[in-house]
């Protein structure tokens, strides 16, 4: 997953909102947002925001809840970009 | 949407030692505007400062808090969640702040609140808020955001 091509752009937009106490190192593909990477509530929501503004993409309620790791939130610009060129 | 501006503020969950909103002045999905006034009784100017009352900056970003968020939060959450015919949990809570402060609040005086939307999505609202006195001046501005049920 970490030739993903959207991997390094999201790797980036997360560095942020990552607490002072996790290192951008310890990100992995499968890395829990909320539980592992200690991102906040507060700060997922801005970061989704980031994502649409990046993608140029909307994502649902139900979508932010089902993003739960880095892969997760992969698969969900995935589908939207392929949404967005059907 | 028929809804009272007064149910707004009975919908905080303060007492009145610390409720500062006593109207709602105008609201709708961009922004609100509410006034408190200031009264000589309230308890924390006995020590903010001896012999000094005036009002604590922290009280004056509660003050738009519960205004420009709170209320705010409470009629934004409900229009969404009444479109989609869905509950709501309507607490908002206070999760990040940017304030300055530019005139002093003594007691007796009324301040206007005056929030601007940014955004609400996922649950969280973030606004750029304005507090003035009678006069009009200036007492503080800044950001605020706030997230539902947390």
């Known amino acids: ?86 | 949407m028929e809804q009272s501006l007064e149910y707004l503020i009975k919908q905080l969950p303060y007492g009145d030692g610390f409720l500062f909103a006593d109207e709602i002045l105008a609201i709708d999905s961009e922004q609100i505007s509410g006034e408190f006034h200031f009264h000589k009784g309230l308890n924390f100017y006995e020590s903010h400062f001896q012999d000094h009352p005036v009002t604590p900056g922290v009280i004056l970003i509660e003050c738009c808090a519960q205004i420009g968020l709170a209320c705010f939060g409470i009629y934004l959450s409900t229009m969404a969640h009444e479109a989609q015919k869905t509950e709501t949990n309507q607490a908002f809570a206070l999760v990040a702040s940017d304030m300055e402060f530019f005139s002093p609040v003594y007691p007796g005086t009324k301040v206007r609140v005056s929030a601007q939307k940014e955004y609400f999505r996922f649950g969280k609202l973030k606004v750029k808020v304005k507090m003035e006195n009678e006069k009009g001046e200036l007492i503080c501005k800044g950001t605020l955001a706030g997230m539902r049920g947390i």
Not at chain 1, 19 to 43: A, F, G, T, Y
Not at chain 1, 70 to 86: F, P, Q, R, Y
């Open chain 1, 1 to 86: 997953m970490k030739d993903h091509p959207h991997y390094n752009t999201l790797r980036e937009l997360i560095a942020p909102y990552l607490p002072e106490d996790v290192s951008l190192d310890s990100l992995q593909p499968d890395s829990n947002l909320i539980s592992e990477l200690n991102i906040n509530s507060s700060h997922l929501v801005d970061l989704v925001l980031d994502i649409e503004d990046q993608y140029d993409i909307r994502l649902e309620d139900t979508e932010m809840q089902q993003m739960q790791t880095v892969t997760d939130a992969l698969h969900l610009i995935d589908n939207k970009l392929k949404a967005k060129e059907s």
